[in-house]
């Protein structure tokens, strides 16, 4: 599943030149952001849905080629993150769920049609669709990853 947005338009001027000064510190915050996203993704109203796991446990974070984190990292245990990314953008953060069905679970999980939440999903309680696109479109969790991002560039002074 494929969804775009450029989190560094929202920090400020100051902290764009410090992220071009030290490159570094930089792919640092990106990489937890990057993991901070998969825990919201997975976690945070509306949650991913939930039968065996798979989907929770496809997650994987690179910043630009390298794989920097994975859903394991937060616990899903089941599934399989993809090991690489062609995108070497520099200091570019791709955070992938690596299942056919990703993208279709996101968009279509609706309780009025189309997909429909199973047992454990309802039981879970906070499950939904836009899992991804809602939050990444949602202010919110944009200033949420931009804090990250900043208190990890911050951090060196």
Partial sequence: MA???????TLTDGLKKLAKENP?????GLGQAGL?????????????PLKEGFLRGSGAVFVEAKKVADSKT????KGKPPSSNPDSEPLTTTVVFDTPYAARM??????????????MSRQAGNVGGGFISKKVAS???QSIWAEIIANVLKSKY
């Fill in 106 to 119: 996101d968009q279509d999980l609706d309780p009025k049609g189309g997909l429909q939440l199973g047992p």
């Fill in 24 to 28: 570094d510190l930089a792919r640092k």
């Fill in 139 to 141: 202010k919110k969790y």
């Fill in 74 to 77: 937060i616990g899903q245990t």
């Fill in 36 to 48: 901070r996203m998969i825990a919201d993704f997975v976690n945070e109203a509306p949650a991913m």
């Fill in 3 to 9: 969804k775009s947005l450029e989190i560094t338009d």
